[in-house]
């Protein structure tokens, strides 16, 4: 072989690219077993939804009825759907979700004897976080699952316009009170205020004292996953404005989380922060094209663990007065949780949480999993759907008879 043919080999060996290990192994399934679990997965999220939008469905009239007696209702089913992201989890695609924090919720993160994580955020706050794969909503629907009270009936999530043209699942998220934009201020200003309206509405209770829904909405200040093409979006952003570009997420839009707070003020105490990471995201990479769906629930490819750095800021300290310097505000916080995962990045652990914590029997670490606390709580799901056809049964029977009594 001459000198140029191997040069022309060489390169076009280079030109190949080297297959790159999974972050969390090889697939752990059969094609048979895939196919398998891709039809169980199936029955059983399609199941769960079908009942859940029925149960929506059954409850509707409500709103013309009793509208707070509807929200109510409402928010039970939303609960049905915090079970069947959790339990879907558990089963198809267990992980372990790493918990740490600043001093400011030191004290609001528990371990319990079973193994779980108990959290006691409050029952009104802002939730924000960066938003790395299409999954980051559905781990932290779980926590407010976990929470003292519970609140994965009371969660609100700000959503891009298309969703709601899923089926049986958009539909199901307009019952749920979900906020869906098209990123486009003018247009979506008008539905923020009418939708924050409503979960700033008082309430009054029959001894005459006022009082407030449960509420934690969430928002993805940056407002899509990161990946390639967002990251050369937010560099040039960056450029044309002269602020630095964050290394591991987006710059935060601030417009949209500015007008929330401002209307949600007085009525919310607290913006709770948490920085999400997920196990074997190298540098430079993202994990949108790494934990895929299909591979997370359906090869068994989840990640090893998915990692939380929680922080709280009170709301009457965030500068709500000025839109540039709340912009400021928040572009700081963002630096701040990039800085968090390059140590992450760097070491394999965001810092843990304080000693004061890990003094009074609390671990700089808190592990534990996606899960729910009894296994057969996601019966749950079905239990008003199956009632309704009881009922339905019930009086059909009944109806029969009478006809046959008077024939």
């Not at 089926?167 to 990123?183: A, D, K, Q, T, W």
């Not at 209307?263 to 607290?270: F, H, M, N, P």
């Not at 949780?337 to 070491?347: F, G, I, N, P, R």
């Not at 008003?384 to 024939?407: E, I, M, P």
């Amino acid at each position: 072989m001459t000198a140029k043919a191997k040069s022309a080999e060489a390169k076009s060996a280079a030109a190949v690219p080297v297959p790159v290990a999974h972050p969390s192994g090889r697939e752990k399934h059969s094609r048979l077993v895939q196919a398998l679990r891709t039809v169980s997965f199936g029955l059983y999220f399609s199941a769960c939804i079908i009942a859940i939008h029925g149960t929506q469905l059954i409850g509707a009239p409500l709103y013309w009825i009793n509208r707070e007696l509807y929200y109510a209702y409402m928010s039970l089913t939303k609960q049905s759907f915090g079970l069947l992201i959790t339990t879907m989890t558990h089963w198809w695609g267990p992980t372990t979700i790493r918990i740490s924090g600043d001093a400011s919720v030191a004290d609001q993160i528990r371990k319990t004897e079973d193994g779980l994580v108990e959290f006691s955020f409050p029952e009104r706050m802002v939730m924000m976080a960066n938003h790395q794969i299409y999954t980051d909503w559905l781990y932290l629907w779980w926590v407010g699952y976990a929470n003292t009270p519970k609140m994965h009936g009371s969660l609100y999530i700000i959503l891009k316009e298309s969703l709601k043209y899923i089926p049986l699942v958009g539909p199901g998220m307009m019952f749920y009170g979900f906020i869906f934009m098209s990123r486009k201020m003018a247009v979506d200003q008008p539905r923020l205020a009418h939708r924050l309206g409503k979960l700033k509405t008082r309430h009054t209770a029959p001894d005459g004292n006022k009082y407030l829904d449960p509420m934690w909405l969430l928002l993805f200040p940056e407002g899509t996953n990161a990946s390639q093409n967002g990251m050369n979006k937010s560099a040039k952003w960056a450029e044309k404005t002269g602020v630095k570009n964050p290394d591991h997420m987006l710059l935060p839009r601030s417009t949209g989380t500015y007008f929330c707070l401002n209307e949600l003020k007085g009525t919310v105490d607290y913006v709770y922060d948490c920085t999400v990471a997920y196990e074997g995201v190298p540098r430079g990479k993202f994990g949108e094209t790494i934990f895929t769906l299909s591979g997370i629930y359906i090869r068994g490819q989840p990640p090893k663990s998915v990692n939380f750095y929680w922080r709280r800021f009170r709301i009457a300290d965030i500068p709500l007065d000025d839109p540039n310097e709340f912009d400021l505000w928040l572009r700081e916080r963002w630096y701040e949780k990039d800085a968090l995962m390059e140590q992450y990045v760097s070491t394999g652990r965001f810092p843990p949480s304080p000693t004061d914590s890990v003094t009074k029997g609390q671990q700089a670490f808190l592990e534990t999993e996606v899960r729910t606390r009894y296994p057969w709580e996601f019966l749950q799901i079905f239990s008003v759907l199956g009632a309704f056809g009881l009922l339905v049964n019930f009086l059909l029977k009944t109806w029969s008879r009478f006809l046959s009594v008077f024939s």
